[in-house]
């Protein structure tokens, strides 16, 4: 039972505590964006560099969601119906990126991939270096994000009856028959809030992007490597318009993320 | 029932949602009849400061000069940050083809790295150097600190905001700017004059940026009483009456000089004449004027009455003056300031 009554009191602090750390400093992002009057935040949203930025990071982000529903989905399967020697080291170095600080990602990143790195030596004969381009920010935006697909897939597969599995396997269903039509359908859920995880944290990663894009504009500046720039170019207008409307789709996302488990819930 | 209706439409919401981002974010790629076709680029890297008067100003000058010699269209990838983090960026690989550096040192260190030939900048006319600008010092306005040169940088109470000579061109000019302007005011014992100098300025130091740019947005912020600084970097807005403090010229100060360096093994074959033009192009009249408008002193000295806002410095000096970057980094930045000042302040 949930108490009611001199709940004020203790909600009220606990207002007070997060109105500077929280509340207040996403509602300045807002403020500044529209201090100028939605004419001059529109302007400054629509720059050539503003608006690559934007559909930049919303792509990579579309592409993340995409690579790694499939590929968090395909290790969650794996870790959770195969037992086999070296399975916890697995998983955990699985779950590593969660762990690693992001430029530490990004550094080890160009490490490998960067022209005095292992693969990087290789691919440079070819006339291939994946780092400062499209395919870098992809690489690091893949890493980060890994284990969020994976967390929200694995505890569903772990839940799931192996007697639904195993009833398709007696009616005659194949492997993937089994997994397209039983498994599949079981892991909604999961899909959906771990897709928008993703997306959501590839839309707004900034600190192994930093270390690998390049920070071209017009080519790999991401939109907040863009806001970043701008500001430390002292453009706080241009920088504030991009930053509202990243806030914004997240909310957007989040939205959506709660409506569902909340919705999963009742 | 109601609730799985509104569920159902708020997942075709979401769906929809979804499907406008992504028709947002391909749109530019979306193969669209009528469309221009797809122009030629041209990578540009560049330190801190240069980023207005390139994107806005010199660049398209090109694009459209080019545009009237040949019918093709040029278009800029372009990034601009601290000198050295560009000369990082660059050794491990960015595509830049050309790249205008703070200092000499910087190509330097490109050559070392096996980017560019050894002096191959100098090849280039005025040695590589495309403009200038003087070290000078912003204080708040009115002056309430009273500071009027380099020495009173030192004065106790005073908060210097500096560039971070690690990643910043600007801060190596403005540590040979510091020792300079002492040791040419003592010119028997130019090294022990030198020291102090920036053993002063030093022990103030409140705030470093990783570039001049990112320095000066830490003053406009509100951090510390003077900034160290490129004229070019302040003029502007000085003129403009925007900027929150006031230029000072000291009595002497370094103008620095700025590199350009070709990085050849960027450039295909068909893009030669391109970046040929272009590089020719940046020591064009047209070119130097647009930068003496923008606050940069052209090496033209003709050109730079262009700018009547253009400050007087009693006694400029360059690089050359103490025997050039190499010597300066090795006797001056490494052998007095690191190894000497930044320990005094440590303790």
């Keep these: 039972m949930r108490q009611r009554t001199g709940a004020s009191i203790p909600v009220g602090i606990l207002v007070l505590v997060l109105l500077p750390l929280i509340l207040m400093p996403i509602a300045a992002v807002f403020v500044f964006a529209f201090r100028g009057g939605p004419a001059a935040f529109l302007?400054?949203?629509?720059?050539?560099?503003?608006?690559?930025?934007?559909?930049?990071?919303?792509?990579?982000?579309?592409?993340?969601?995409?690579?790694?529903?499939?590929?968090?989905?395909?290790?969650?399967?794996?870790?959770?119906?195969?037992?086999?020697?070296?399975?916890r080291p697995l998983a955990i170095a699985i779950n590593l990126p969660v762990a690693i600080p992001t430029v530490v990602v990004g550094t080890s990143l160009l490490l490998l991939w960067g022209p005095i790195g292992l693969f990087g030596k290789a691919l440079a004969p070819l006339g291939l270096q994946p780092m400062f381009t499209p395919v870098g920010v992809l690489l690091a935006h893949l890493f980060v994000t890994f284990p969020y697909m994976l967390g929200a897939v694995k505890p569903l597969l772990d839940e799931l009856e192996v007697t639904y599995e195993e009833a398709a396997y007696t009616l005659g269903a194949g492997k993937w028959q089994t997994f397209r039509w039983v498994i599949l359908p079981a892991l909604r859920g999961g899909l959906f809030s771990g897709t928008l995880l993703t997306f959501a944290h590839s839309l707004g990663e900034f600190g192994a992007t930093v270390m690998v894009s390049g920070n071209l504009r017009l080519r790999t500046q991401t939109a907040p490597l863009y806001i970043f720039a701008q500001f430390e170019a002292g453009n706080v207008a241009q920088a504030n318009a991009v930053a509202a409307v990243l806030a914004a789709l997240s909310f957007a996302i989040f939205f959506f993320l709660l409506r569902y488990s909340g919705r999963k819930r009742a | 029932m109601a609730s799985d209706r509104s569920s159902r439409l708020q997942g075709r919401l979401a769906l929809l949602g979804g499907g406008a981002l992504l028709l947002y974010a391909l749109w530019p790629w979306l193969p669209v009849p009528g469309r221009a076709e797809q122009p030629r680029t041209v990578v540009f890297y560049g330190f801190s400061i240069l980023g207005e008067a390139m994107n806005d100003d010199v660049l398209p000058a090109f694009a459209r000069s080019w545009r009237r010699a040949t019918g093709e269209r040029v278009e800029f990838a372009t990034a601009f940050a601290g000198s050295g983090t560009v000369t990082n960026q660059l050794i491990l690989g960015v595509p830049a083809q050309c790249a205008l550096l703070s200092l000499e040192l910087d190509a330097q260190r490109l050559a070392d790295a096996g980017v560019v030939p050894a002096g191959s900048w100098r090849r280039l006319p005025h040695g590589g150097v495309v403009n200038r600008t003087p070290f000078v010092l912003v204080v708040r306005p009115g002056n309430p600190k009273g500071i009027h040169d380099f020495p009173d940088l030192a004065r106790p109470g005073?908060?210097?905001?500096?560039?971070?000579?690690?990643?910043?061109?600007?801060?190596?000019?403005?540590?040979?700017?510091?020792?300079?302007?002492?040791?040419?005011?003592?010119?028997?014992?130019?090294?022990?004059?030198?020291?102090?100098?920036?053993?002063?300025?030093?022990?103030?130091?409140?705030?470093?940026?990783?570039?001049?740019?990112?320095?000066?947005?830490?003053?406009?912020?509100?951090?510390?009483?003077?900034?160290?600084?490129?004229?070019?970097?302040?003029?502007?807005?000085?003129?403009?009456?925007?900027?929150?403090?006031?230029?000072?010229?000291?009595?002497?100060?370094?103008?620095?000089?700025?590199?350009?360096?070709?990085?050849?093994?960027?450039?295909?074959?068909?893009?030669?004449p391109l970046i040929d033009a272009l590089v020719r192009f940046l020591w064009s009249e047209e070119a130097q004027r647009l930068f003496v408008r923008r606050g940069f002193r052209s090496v033209d000295e003709r050109l730079n009455a262009g700018n009547p806002a253009f400050g007087t410095i009693r006694d400029p000096f360059l690089v050359a003056d103490f025997g050039g970057w190499k010597r300066v980094k090795r006797e001056i930045v490494d052998g007095i300031w690191k190894e000497r000042v930044m320990r005094e302040v440590g303790k």
Excluded: C, M
């Design chain 1, 43 to 87: 302007k400054s949203l629509g720059s050539e560099d503003a608006q690559f930025a934007l559909r930049f990071s919303l792509l990579i982000a579309f592409f993340t969601a995409a690579i790694n529903a499939v590929l968090g989905t395909w290790a969650a399967y794996v870790l959770a119906k195969h037992r086999f020697p070296g399975e």
């Design chain 2, 158 to 272: 005073v908060r210097v905001v500096h560039p971070d000579p690690l990643t910043s061109g600007g801060a190596n000019w403005a540590i040979l700017a510091e020792y300079g302007a002492a040791a040419r005011r003592l010119p028997d014992q130019p090294r022990q004059a030198g020291f102090q100098a920036l053993l002063g300025v030093w022990r103030n130091v409140t705030a470093q940026a990783a570039s001049a740019r990112a320095a000066r947005t830490q003053f406009e912020n509100g951090f510390g009483d003077v900034l160290v600084t490129y004229e070019q970097d302040v003029l502007e807005d000085a003129q403009a009456g925007t900027l929150p403090g006031e230029i000072v010229y000291p009595a002497s100060t370094v103008l620095s000089e700025h590199t350009l360096v070709v990085l050849d093994k960027n450039i295909a074959p068909s893009e030669r």
